[in-house]
């Protein structure tokens, strides 16, 4: 048994799971904590409290307002708890605090005012006029949400603030490395006031993931993660005919025109191209830059990655962390090396000797001379290393942008606006940046291929936690 470490009906509770999972803080290799591997059962005592929640409180039936106000109030503890969040989080996943400290602090509690000001305006039944129909909008009922350790908190946020407005209950599966901050996040639900078994936790790895996914008791599946976990759910829940958001991995390109700016461009390599150590799942790892101004491109793009510090991420001045884990930089290097040996050159780093003795550190890398085909232009690789391929023309930039499996994201670089727009408009993606790349939270976000099924945030995010019902003759 382990001590109160899921929270289920409002409480943290002790996990019936025997086996353990250890944590890493992945800039030392130190061990920071336990959580159960938990299974069937203990999912299925979370999914009960949810149900319970679900079916027989008040909950579901709130004016969306009164939810909303229960969201503002969980915005108001995030923001309070930012700090703590944000130090849980580097010290799980090495995000650099100069990254967390704005996220937790502001962002996250933004996304959750968002869905709070969004619940305020919801509108849960209209009459169509034309037949006298009365629509309701009704919750979906027990929504599972499964999350990636990368962006722990707002990919959670992005699911469960649009849940609670729309009244739905939620069993969260968090990735094994941020469990903490998970758990956290119950304690702030709380402090908020909101009831019990409205939102639980359960920790562990793929087994929970699964036993939430395959669930009776389950009603939706929010997920985000890799394209290959998100097929085997999107798999799952197609046998159940059960509805399925899924924000999956991404190979995004970062077109830079021959008019661009390459000050601006050189300033925005690592917030467009390699945020949080190239763990974002937007990253644009793919920079087309145009024959004619290939080497300005390639000595713009070397310039902003030698001079963004390697190092502990706790330091403010740090802008590489350590990637997730000892595994992650294993498969890191393998695709550094793949990338040699399939012939392109490296302009920037490249070494995949062990070089510190703690911590699981890669070494920032920009490969030159790349073709799209090449396994590093094709792969997500999800660690800080950029890939620098020419064009000829901008049909010929486009062609290689959307050829990829994923369509997530991109960014256009270029001086004459109406034209980067235009060329905008042509990218195969869910999202797509003009000279710089933000997620606006009231604008739907997700992906095309195998990026993924759905959106997240906007009006457009809330909706699958909605399901419309139509009475006829009301
Ligand atoms: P992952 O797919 O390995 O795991 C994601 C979550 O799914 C974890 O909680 C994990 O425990 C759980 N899981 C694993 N196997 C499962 C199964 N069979 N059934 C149910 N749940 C299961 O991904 P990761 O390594 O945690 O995150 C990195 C990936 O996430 C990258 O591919 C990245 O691009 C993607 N990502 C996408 C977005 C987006 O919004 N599109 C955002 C961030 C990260």
């Known amino acids: ?88 989080v580097t010290t799980e996943n090495g995000t650099p605090i100069t990254r967390s400290m704005p996220a937790q602090g502001t962002r996250v509690p933004a996304i959750y005012s968002y869905f709070a000001e969004l619940g305020a305006r919801l509108e849960p039944e209209e009459t169509r006029p034309a037949s006298g129909t009365l629509v309701r909008r009704v919750p979906v009922g027990v929504a599972g949400l499964i999350t990636p350790w990368n962006g722990p908190q707002s990919l959670l946020a992005f699911k469960l603030g649009a849940a609670l407005v729309a009244g739905c209950t939620a069993v969260i599966k968090p990735a094994v490395e941020t469990s903490l901050d998970a758990l956290m996040l119950a304690e702030c639900a709380t402090e908020a006031g909101i009831p019990p078994g409205v939102l639980n936790v359960v ?48 190979k995004s390109a970062a077109l830079v025109l021959d008019d661009a700016d390459l000050d601006h461009f050189r300033r925005q390599v ?51 962390g350590p990637v997730v884990s000892a595994g992650q930089r294993d498969r890191i290097n393998a695709m550094i090396e793949a990338g040699k040996k399939e012939g392109a050159s490296v302009a920037y780093g490249g070494s995949t000797a062990p070089g510190r003795t703690a911590g699981f550190f890669v070494d920032p890398t920009v490969f030159r001379d790349v073709h799209n085909r090449m396994s590093i232009a094709q792969q997500e690789i999800f660690g800080p290393v950029l890939s620098i391929i020419p064009y000829d023309s901008d049909e010929d930039a486009i062609r290689l942008a959307n050829d990829t499996a994923y369509g997530l994201a991109g960014t256009v670089f270029g001086r004459d606006v109406a034209r980067a727009r235009r060329l905008a408009r042509q990218f195969r993606t869910g999202t797509v940046g003009v000279n710089g790349y933000q997620v606006c939270l009231d604008a739907p976000f997700g992906g095309v291929k195998a990026s993924g099924l759905g959106r997240e945030l906007g009006p457009e995010g809330l909706a699958p936690y909605l399901q419309p019902q139509s009475i006829y003759g009301y």
């Open 1 to 88: 048994m382990h001590a109160r470490s899921l929270f289920i009906g409002g409480e943290r509770i002790p996990a019936l799971a025997g086996e353990a999972q250890t944590l890493h803080n992945p800039a030392t290799g130190e061990r920071i904590g336990t959580i159960p591997d938990c299974r069937e059962d203990d999912v299925g005592r979370a999914v009960a409290a949810a149900r319970k929640a679900a079916d027989a409180s008040d909950w579901p039936s709130l004016k969306p307002a009164e939810r909303a106000g229960f969201v503002s109030a969980l915005a108001a503890v995030v923001a309070g708890r930012g700090e703590d969040l944000a130090r849980l």
């Open 203 to 250: 920790t562990g790895g793929a087994d929970a993931g699964q036993a939430l996914v395959e669930h009776p008791g389950v009603d939706m599946i929010a997920f985000t993660g890799s394209a290959a976990v998100g097929r085997s759910i999107g798999a799952a829940c197609g046998e159940r005919l059960r509805p399925a958001v899924l924000e999956l991995g991404g």
């Open 270 to 320: 690592i917030s467009v191209c390699t945020p949080n150590t190239g763990q974002v799942c937007y990253s644009c790892t793919r920079i087309l830059a145009p024959t004619s101004l290939y080497e300005e491109v390639v000595d713009a793009v070397v310039s902003a990655v030698r001079e963004a510090p390697v190092g502990d991420p706790m330091d403010p001045a740090v802008v590489f």
